[in-house]
């Protein structure tokens, strides 16, 4: 699972790596350049966690609340295992 996470990741980074037009650019001011993509890097990949990072915590809410109720009913019905 760390591998798939930490592929995607990469493969995310590349993506906003490539599409910044650093390239493109005329300018030699090149620190800015760099500066540039690599805050457009940073708020891309915030937003990206801005839209998963609730879908997640959602999930493992759900998760976390079925677990606890299947132990609670479990507990009451005698069946604990």
Do not use: N, W
Not at 14 to 19: E, Q, T
Not at 53 to 69: D, E, R
């Amino acid at each position: 699972m760390k591998r798939i996470v930490l592929s995607l990741s990469l493969a995310l980074t590349m993506v906003v790596f490539m599409a910044v037009p650093a390239f493109a650019a005329t300018s030699t001011d090149i620190d800015g350049i760099i500066q540039t993509a690599f805050t457009e890097a940073v708020a891309s990949i915030l937003r990206s966690v801005g839209v998963i990072l609730p879908i997640a915590l959602g999930l493992f809410g759900t998760v976390l609340a079925i677990k606890f109720a299947l132990r609670f009913f479990k507990s009451i019905t005698g069946k604990a295992g």
